[in-house]
């Protein structure tokens, strides 16, 4: 840590893994950079602070029920979390400010997930700073609110649904059509405020992008927000290892990779959020076992709809698998695809996931379903052309197809070194003088200037 510069900073993640991780290595950046940490956090999904010693930790009650805090709605959990939590976060806040003027270090300013709507106007009325951080693509977060103008415009390509759509590339129509489907009014209307209360913030960073990944995007972006725009990521290449779980990592899965010969192995995660039917479930089971390729499968425990864990696989393809691969409940994944053994990544394209894959140079298959993941999905396999896009319902017979595609044909050879050169380029970004680390540079004095 450089010398302290007598500022203290505000942090206030989402409670859900794909916000918590980008937000604590934003942490140890600042703190890095002198900077004084606070985080104010939920009861629900609480970080360990015992894993972040140099920080202090203010909890806030959440008001969730069992059955709201347990809700696969992500959506709904979100709007739930910001009605909930605006008194006592004020309570919390108007605390600390206070508390910091009577120890003299002052709140340079708050930072928080761009899904906390209603902290922008709290701010403003105790005259503090607000900077917002996002975890998507930044092309997703510029792009996405293109989608309720395409609803109210009654979006509906009938013919060519693999032509491309011109209103948001480089998804195809068909993509855009899967997104509106999920959309509804409360999405809309939610998606309008994180719209508007950005906008009115202090500034934005994009914790896990750079102009190496987004160029042309971030270009619209500065003049569609007409706000200070950050684009520092991938963050967690400033301190690898520091991620922050909130599931139980499986660490014997590291030594079962020591075993395997250099990229033979395919792994398989779909994240955090993302769940699937028991018929996905045996479906990729199948078509690992068909693949007759190592595999790291994880299956987070509630992932699969209806059941606990892997139980609905049966006994006789349970054996099976077993000779062939390893099945855990979470991994720590940085580690995993960093590994040597790792050869290929069968993935859902969130995006700190697609990040972290092309920051290892592990070419991709992409399993998208919903949101931005589409998206990611099409610039990892049609833009930058590093993975493979498996298109359609999940099936045993076309998991079977791509995973032997990638591991063992030369198509599979040519994308690797794509991936290559992409995992160089972006490498590059965050060492001195790169796009990411003159953002960052930018970002420190911006804070510094409150």
């Known amino acids: 840590m450089e010398k302290s510069n007598g500022l203290r900073v505000v ?42 010693h140099l920080y202090t930790f203010s909890e806030i009650p959440d008001g969730l029920s069992e059955a709201e805090a347990s809700t696969q709605d992500v959506t709904l959990l979100l709007t739930l979390l910001n009605r909930s939590c605006e008194a006592p976060f004020r309570d919390c806040l108007t605390k600390l400010l206070r508390s910091s003027e009577e120890e003299k270090q002052r709140i340079s300013c708050l930072i928080d ?24 693509k930044v092309s997703f977060f510029v792009g996405h609110f293109v989608i309720p103008k395409l609803r109210r415009e009654r979006y509906l390509p009938l013919q060519e649904q693999d032509e491309p759509a011109e209103e948001f590339p480089p998804l195809k129509k068909k993509d855009l059509l899967q997104i509106l489907d999920g959309e509804t009014e409360v999405l809309n209307s939610y998606s309008d405020m994180i719209l508007q209360t950005t906008k009115a913030s202090s500034g934005l960073i994009f914790v896990s992008s750079c102009e190496e990944l987004d160029q042309e995007s971030l270009s619209q972006a500065r003049k569609d927000y007409q706000i200070p725009i950050f684009a520092i990521g991938p963050s967690h290449i400033y301190f690898p290892g520091s991620s922050s779980s909130l599931f139980t990592v499986d660490e014997t899965c590291i030594q079962w990779l020591d075993k395997q010969e250099d990229n033979s192995v395919i792994y398989v995660s779909f994240g955090s959020v993302v769940n699937i039917s028991e018929s996905e479930l045996l479906e990729i089971a199948w078509g690992l076992r068909k693949s007759d390729q190592p595999f790291l499968w994880v299956v ?15 006994e006789k393809l349970m054996d099976r698998l077993e000779e062939k691969g390893k099945i855990v409940k979470w991994a720590p994944q940085q580690d995993v695809l960093k590994h040597r053994a790792t050869g290929g990544f069968l993935t859902h394209n969130g995006w700190n996931s697609t990040v972290e894959s092309v920051c290892e140079g592990v070419p991709m298959i992409c399993v998208p379903s919903v949101w931005d993941q589409l998206l990611n999905a099409r610039f990892v396999s049609d833009v930058w052309m590093v993975g ?23 198509e599979g050879e040519v994308i690797r070194e794509r991936m290559k050169h992409l995992a160089e380029k972006v490498g590059r970004s965050v060492k001195q003088n790169g796009s990411a680390y003159r953002s960052l540079e930018r970002l420190v004095d911006h804070i510094s200037s409150f």
């Open 11 to 52: 942090l206030f993640p989402l409670p859900i893994q794909g916000c918590i991780n980008p937000m604590f290595q934003l942490a140890k950046i600042l703190h890095s950079r002198g900077f004084s940490i606070t985080v104010i956090h939920t009861r629900f999904n609480a970080p360990k602070a015992s894993n972040h």
């Open 113 to 136: 997930d761009a899904g906390w709507i209603f902290t922008q106007p709290l701010a403003q009325s105790l005259n503090l700073p607000r900077l917002v951080t996002n975890t998507y």
């Open 300 to 314: 987070r425990v509630g992932m699969v709809n209806g059941t606990k864990w892997i139980e609905a696989i049966p």
């Open 388 to 410: 493979l896009h498996l298109e359609g319902r999940v099936e045993r017979d076309e998991i079977e197809r791509v995973v032997r595609k990638l591991l063992l044909e030369p």
